[in-house]
């Protein structure tokens, strides 16, 4: 089984591969467009950033043993290189975030005093040790970085870094979102990035697509897999109105309804061992109509260890109307999971209310939400309130 698929990764990567007609000689250029770029006839590199700046305001429930806190964050500062070389349908693109990753470090370190202190002193050291606390911190971190051989639209392949497909949420980027970051659903059963291949594919008219891949399964930024075993996933959409982009909120103001509907499918072995399986299904609805927009999604897990079967869920709802087209933007959202079907009172739910103002789209933002998050698993329902306030530019 492993040697059929390490055969057919191959031959799709030889296949791609050739011959193509010869290009024609053109002049270099360059400029800006969405991105500073140079182009000759084989070659392509265009830069671009996004940067987040962020407030938030949490205040935790009386019950809970933490303290409530406000602070500042840059959560994402972007450096974005792509294009294509050789020829026009081999693309690449490196995504490098300066901010990215949170690293653990020591909660405290210990300053020792100037001097010693005398054992037989009757006075106090004036200069005792000090403890300072350190936490937590972020730091750069490689995103993406992928080569994709595009010369077939109904058969394209991606080598590299980059968002397994699954999970349409987790699939639109953060710098395209409706509310000021993704939902609680989506943060625990989308994967994200890992390293692996895909192959790809839309209809001409783009009414269809589809996405299946072979990732190590074990997160970005890894070494090697960490067991035997691979993660599976695919995904397969419908916009039966023409392509459906992933990006929330109707800010494009569609003179048509643009609505899409996918079906996704995940399998993994999450632990090293290679014991614990993951069967996760995913099912969502979008459409985005002159000022509306409406988002549905639902996750489905299955978990199979030897101490037995785990089901779990997860829900989410969106709907924004923008009260000045293209501009100002309310929007509210529901979600909801539920870890272990079989167990009562586990779940968690999000309700939030949010706001934006669009000054050029999705590249010039800025974006305000307030909600709350319910832990029902907790011995008093504990209930955490969070106000938070982003401002965004991509250039």
Not at 255 to 261: Q, R
Request: aromatic share 14%; charged share 25%.
């Amino acid at each position: 089984m492993r040697f059929r698929i390490a055969t057919a990764v191959l031959g799709l990567m030889v296949g791609c591969f050739l011959a193509a007609p010869a290009e024609a000689q053109e002049e270099k250029e360059w400029g800006y467009n969405k991105g500073f770029f140079f182009r000759t006839p084989d070659f392509e590199l265009k830069i671009s950033t996004r940067t987040q700046f962020r407030y938030t305001l949490t205040n935790f429930d009386e019950t809970s043993t933490f303290e409530d806190r406000q602070d500042f964050t840059i959560p994402r500062a972007r450096l974005r290189l792509d294009g294509f070389a050789f020829r026009p349908w081999i693309k690449y693109k490196v995504q490098y975030d300066f901010t990215g990753q949170v690293y653990n470090s020591v909660t405290g370190i210990n300053i020792p005093g100037n001097f010693t202190c005398d054992p037989a002193a009757t006075e106090p050291c004036e200069e005792p040790d000090q403890t300072v606390s350190l936490g937590v911190r972020t730091g750069p971190d490689l995103r993406d970085l992928y080569f994709d051989i595009t010369r077939n639209p109904w058969a394209s392949v991606r080598l590299g870094q980059f968002k397994a497909p699954f999970g349409v949420q987790e699939l639109t980027s953060s710098g395209d979102q409706q509310f000021v970051d993704r939902s609680i659903a989506s943060a625990l059963f989308a994967p994200s990035r890992d390293q692996g291949v895909m192959l790809y594919g839309t209809s001409f008219g783009k009414a269809f697509g589809y996405e299946a891949g072979l990732f190590n399964g074990n997160f970005r930024n890894r070494s090697a897999n960490d067991n035997d075993k691979l993660l599976y996933a695919a995904r397969v959409h419908w916009d039966p109105n023409g392509e459906y982009k992933l990006s929330e909120s109707a800010v494009d103001h569609p003179t048509k309804p643009n609505y899409t509907f996918s079906l996704g499918y995940l399998l993994n072995w999450p632990d090293s061992a290679g014991d614990l399986k993951q069967d996760t299904r995913e099912g969502m609805f979008g459409l985005k109509y002159l000022r509306f927009s409406v988002l549905a999604d639902a996750y489905l897990r299955t978990q199979e260890s030897a101490s037995g079967d785990v089901d779990s869920e997860g829900y989410n709802a969106q709907i924004g109307v923008f009260l000045i087209p293209s501009k100002l933007e309310v929007a509210g959202r529901w979600s909801r999971t539920d870890p272990n079907t079989s167990l009562e009172d586990n779940e968690q739910t999000e309700t939030r209310l949010g706001f934006g103002y669009y000054f050029s789209k999705h590249d010039l933002k800025v974006q305000a939400d307030y909600g709350q998050v319910k832990n029902e698993a907790s011995a008093t329902d504990e209930k955490t309130d969070i106000f938070r306030a982003q401002f965004q530019i991509v250039f």
